[in-house]
């Protein structure tokens, strides 16, 4: 063998009892699991005191870009992700034309920055996996893989940023791209139904695309109609949408939130509940903090957003049609807003495109508003025209007890939903797992550690039908975590959310070390995981 890894308490991402084993591997994939003979290899790894589980898969990830300029990406190798669901919330780069792809590279500058940095040789999502395994040279990429088709990018492309009916010529082009995008090895479908141009479609669009995912037995991830006011009708939408398209649905960053929200968590678990005891194939992922992420521009009313960003700036710089968003969002409550009336005291600006506005960064819009002497929407009007609706802000709307619920659910996942662009990121991006293993199991005892494992192991991998991962067993790939249940703990926090998580000294993808001794080495062994045929 390759390489022997002794003494390891085994918890196998099974959700069963954990034992002590020795581990072997050879060509990338676990070839012995012993529990009762020591093993023997041309490289030993001493084990004792380190938990070795499957590595842990990010079902809701931004790393759309940074996979392509960072080949370090701790971010995410150091908290023992070995694979990321990338194409979230709708908007992403592939299936694209130069015009559309102009114009998504600014809506999500926010998430993924603007890309001036990348050079996009590609316009199919096949070219986009590809791309991703010949990166840095034809090395490869730090973390592997996973794509969802972007269903607000499908739509720019064949309809535009209009909020009108597909044509039914429009939405056999829908149905073209997302049937290519799955054939070429999408796992799925992604949505963003509070971000413009996405949320435009009906459901019985949404329902034509899905039948297509469900044809190649792919899943839909939607980013739903709202998180606050509304928020159980609009996961009960989902599941009915998917129903009746016979496809299955996984439910992005499945929260409660917003006041109207509080302690409702409970409504949720029922409706999913009687759902799956009637056949439905649900499952949901979470990040394990009370605050959401997003753009300050994702904020505005749709009607707003209409357009793309160029319409956008010109709505925000004319005080009339501006008067009217501030009354949608302060008064009405608007539907980017998830239908709830801003707070302005829970938006905290996290990250800004001109360095010139860092002085922004970490006070919410209400400090920054009351030390200017000026309204909170003027504060944020022109925090949006002058960094061009480039900012991404905190928003300190979620409920513990909430959050703590969602978790325990039987076909809960975890994402961190990280976005790594900004000054001050949410500290999900570089924290997720190892709070779910540090804070959640050990100190508050949410979940046994072996069943916290099987949340960010072979849960998603079954979603994602992969089946030689998620399990420590004889075939699998090795895509191994070690790390110390007794320390493990995310390092970043809200005012040091770059700071890496401890007690995870070693990472393994493909059986290359990845980390090592609590190091990144130099291993470039990710790569696009694509749909099985």
């Not at 509940?273 to 904020?299: F, H, N, Q, R």
């Not at 956008?312 to 501030?326: H, N, P, V, W, Y």
Request: charged share 25%; net charge negative.
């Amino acid at each position: 063998m390759d390489l022997a890894i002794r003494g390891a308490l085994v918890v196998d991402g099974s959700g069963g009892d954990s034992y002590r084993a020795d581990v072997g591997i050879t060509d990338g994939r676990i070839t012995a699991v012993s529990a009762d003979e020591r093993l023997t290899a041309a490289q030993v790894l001493d084990a004792d005191g380190l938990a070795l589980s499957p590595g842990f898969i990010d079902m809701h990830a931004h790393s759309d870009l940074a996979l392509l300029r960072d080949p370090d990406h701790s971010a995410k190798a150091a908290q023992g992700v070995t694979l990321e669901v990338l194409g979230q919330d709708g908007l992403s780069y592939a299936p694209v034309d130069d015009r559309t792809l102009a114009a998504v590279r600014t809506a999500i500058t926010g998430w993924n920055g603007d890309g001036s940095d990348i050079d996009f040789d590609w316009r199919t999502v096949g070219e986009y996996l590809d791309r991703l395994d010949r990166n840095f040279g034809g090395q490869g990429i730090a973390v592997n893989a996973a794509y969802l088709i972007p269903q607000g990018t499908v739509r720019m492309h064949a309809v535009g940023w209009d909020d009108r009916p597909a044509t039914p010529e429009q939405l056999d082009r829908m149905r073209r791209l997302v049937a290519e995008g799955m054939e070429q090895g999408a796992v799925g479908m992604s949505s963003g139904l509070t971000y413009t141009p996405g949320m435009y479609a009906d459901d019985a669009e949404l329902t034509e695309l899905c039948r297509v995912v469900a044809a190649y037995d792919g899943y839909y991830c939607p980013h739903h109609r709202s998180y606050g006011a509304g928020a159980l009708e609009a996961y009960e939408e989902m599941v009915e949408l998917t129903r009746t398209a016979g496809c299955a649905l996984h439910l992005a960053h499945a929260t409660m939130n917003f006041g109207v929200n509080k302690g409702r968590a409970p409504d949720l678990i029922a409706l999913l509940d009687e759902a799956l005891a009637d056949g439905a194939d649900i499952s949901l992922d979470t990040y394990p903090y009370t605050p959401g992420c997003t753009t300050l521009v994702a904020l505005l009313p749709s009607w707003a957003s209409e357009g793309g960003p160029d319409s956008i700036m010109a709505r925000l710089q004319d005080d009339s049609t501006a008067e009217k968003i501030r009354h949608h969002m302060e008064v009405t409550g608007a539907d980017g807003c998830h239908g709830v009336p801003v707070e302005w005291d829970t938006i905290e600006v996290s990250g800004v495109s001109d360095p010139g506005l860092a002085g922004c960064v970490g006070k919410t819009i209400a400090a920054s508003a009351a030390a200017r002497g000026e309204a909170p929407w003027t504060t944020a009007r022109r925090l949006l025209i002058n960094d061009r609706l480039g900012s991404t802000i905190l928003q300190h709307v979620g409920h513990e007890e909430n959050v703590r619920a969602i978790m325990r659910h039987r076909v809960h996942t975890g994402g961190s939903d990280g976005i790594l662009q900004g000054y001050k990121p949410h500290p999900r991006a570089y924290g997720t797992f190892p709070q779910y293993l540090g804070r959640y199991a050990r100190d508050l005892g949410i979940l046994s550690l072996e069943e916290t494992v099987a949340h960010l192991t072979s849960r998603p991998a079954a979603r994602l039908r992969l089946p030689d991962r998620g399990l420590v067993r004889e075939g699998y790939r090795a895509d191994l975590v070690l790390f110390d249940p007794t320390t493990v703990a995310a390092g970043s926090t809200f005012e040091a959310p770059r700071t890496l998580p401890v007690g995870i000294p070693h990472v393994l993808i493909d059986g290359k070390f990845v980390m090592r001794d609590g190091r990144r080495t130099d291993v470039l062994a990710g790569r696009a995981v694509r749909r099985a045929a």
